[in-house]
C-alpha cells in the first residue's frame, strides 16, 4: 500500500495517509469545540489543495526517478 513499484517505501503517500488522518482528527477537534467560529469549507479546500499536490510531487518524483535509473 505504502510501496512504490520497486518495493521502496513511499514517503509521500505515507505523508497523504497521515495528512488524511490527521484532517480527520483536526476537523472533529474543531468542530466539537468550536463550531459557530469554524470556517469549514476554507478549511476543507486548503487540506484537500494539500492533499492533491503531495500526489503530485509523488508522481513527478516516480517520473524523474525512473528517467535518472535508465
Known sequence: ???DKDG?????KVM???GFFAFLIT?????WLLPDKFN???YAILTGGGAVGSRILDKW??????KSSE
Open 61 to 66: 518524483l516516480n517520473i524523474k526517478a525512473g
Open 40 to 42: 469549514y469549507e476554507l
Open 1 to 3: 500500500m505504502f510501496r
Open 16 to 18: 497523504s495517509f497521515i
Open 8 to 12: 521502496h517505501l513511499s514517503s509521500t
Open 27 to 31: 476537523s472533529g477537534f474543531v468542530i
